[in-house]
């Protein structure tokens, strides 16, 4: 499925991205999604040299309070945009946001609906749903210990 990349005239396929890797499913008008905006950062500037991280904002027919959101943010991990819900006619099972697609180096994929809290939950989540063991930025094995 080729989505438009957030905020530009360039698309991207999400058979292009490659595991290990965290696809956060959101939408601005989504106070949880909203929420869990920083952490998924956090865990993006720590731990994106091991894991990729991609955002696909879902069902904003208004780009722009998704560009923003993620501007006032200060999210630098890329977000794609499916505006008319494309994902929808796919195996997916979106129900509620948000939602989490974690792809395993195999390309098998896992789906997590909720959000998440804290980077530790988010990297947790990572390990368990990807089976890699990610080092933390100090170094330590296991990067939730």
């Known amino acids: ?6 905020g530009s005239t360039r698309t991207a396929s999400l058979a292009d991205v490659h595991g290990p890797a965290v696809i956060n499913v959101w939408s601005s008008n989504c106070e949880p999604c909203r929420a869990e905006m920083p952490a998924l950062q956090e865990f993006s ?13 879902f069902l ?6 998704a560009i923003d959101l993620a501007e006032r ?3 630098t991990y890329p ?4 505006a008319c819900g ?5 195996d997916l099972v979106l ?9 395993a180096p195999d390309g098998t994929v896992k789906e997590k609906k909720g959000g998440v809290d804290s980077v530790a939950e988010i ?9 890699v063991d990610l080092v933390d930025p100090g170094g330590r094995a296991g990067g939730a210990g």
């Open 123 to 131: 990297v947790e989540l990572t390990e368990e749903n990807t089976g």
């Open 79 to 82: 977000s794609l945009a499916d």
């Open 60 to 65: 904003d027919t208004y780009p722009g309070a």
């Open 45 to 57: 500037a720590e731990y994106g040299d091991q894991v990729n991280v991609v955002g696909l904002n």
């Open 86 to 90: 494309d994902l929808q006619e796919t």
């Open 95 to 103: 129900v509620g946001l948000p939602h989490f697609l974690f792809v």
């Open 73 to 75: 943010s200060e999210v």
């Open 1 to 6: 499925m080729t989505l438009d990349c957030l």
